[in-house]
Nanobody, 125 residues
């Protein structure tokens, strides 16, 4: 069975940092385009970062560029999202997902095939 499990969320003050991890089972992450997404309360889910097949390139939505970093650990079969300089607008449920078809990642929600259950991130004083 193909599974993705996110972890690392929690409550953090503005300006703080969190590192999210997405663990895969049933397949090898290095062979696929992967992305991170979030859904703020009352808003639609949005793509915030992605990594192309093989990890040759990555992209970020403007609102997180320079603050978030996506990375892969092929030995652990995980993909991480390092989040620095967090602001209250970063609050939401964060998901990882895999695109089985596209070799280059796209910052969009449709097209990703496998999703994790999400992990809550709350940025508040």
């Amino acid at each position: 069975q193909v599974q993705l499990v996110e972890s690392g969320g929690g409550l953090v003050q503005p300006g703080g940092s969190l590192r999210l991890s997405c663990a895969a089972s049933g397949f090898t992450l290095k062979s696929y385009t992967i992305g991170w997404f979030r859904q703020a309360p009352g808003k639609e889910r949005e793509a915030i970062s992605c990594s192309s097949r093989g990890g040759d390139s990555a992209d970020y939505v403007d609102s997180v560029k320079g603050r978030f970093t996506i990375s892969r650990d092929n030995i652990k079969n995980t993909v991480d999202l390092q989040m620095d300089s967090l602001i209250p607008e970063d609050t939401g449920i964060y998901y990882c997902a895999v695109d089985l078809l596209l070799p280059i990642c796209v910052l969009r929600v449709p097209g990703y095939h496998y999703w994790g259950q999400g992990t809550q991130v709350t940025v508040s004083s």
